[in-house]
């Protein structure tokens, strides 16, 4: 199971960016990916995937569009997460 939101900010220099957030539940456990769209995919600051932040589906869900609706980039994402969930 999965639930993906997509989201497109404006950043440095007027460039237009797309974020994919997306939510998995694997091993009765969700967790979070996060990839940042661009024309280098392979720099580490544009992926990241949190494993275990819940098992809590509700709490998984809110999560997932506060970090959406913050547009939080790939490389905040852990520490958005660990105050989220303090």
Same mark, same amino acid.
């Given at each position: 199971?999965?639930? !993906?939101?997509?989201? =497109?900010?404006? *950043?440095?220099? +007027? #460039?237009?960016?797309? &974020? &994919?957030?997306?939510?998995?539940?694997?091993?009765?456990?969700? !967790?979070?990916? @996060?990839?940042? %769209? !661009?024309?280098? +995919? +392979?720099?580490?600051?544009?992926? @990241?995937? &949190?494993?275990?932040?819940?098992? /809590?589906?509700?709490?998984?869900?809110? *999560?997932?569009?506060? %970090?959406? #609706?913050? #547009? %939080?980039?790939? %490389?905040?994402? #852990?520490?958005?997460?660990? /105050?989220?969930? =303090?």
């Amino acid at each position: 199971m999965m639930q !993906s939101i997509t989201t =497109k900010t404006i *950043c440095d220099r +007027n #460039k237009e960016v797309e &974020i &994919i957030y997306n939510l998995v539940f694997q091993n009765a456990l969700y !967790s979070l990916e @996060c990839i940042r %769209v !661009s024309e280098n +995919n +392979n720099e580490l600051n544009n992926y @990241c995937f &949190i494993e275990n932040i819940t098992e /809590d589906e509700t709490e998984a869900e809110n *999560c997932l569009q506060t %970090v959406a #609706k913050g #547009k %939080v980039f790939p %490389v905040h994402i #852990k520490d958005v997460i660990e /105050d989220y969930f =303090k």
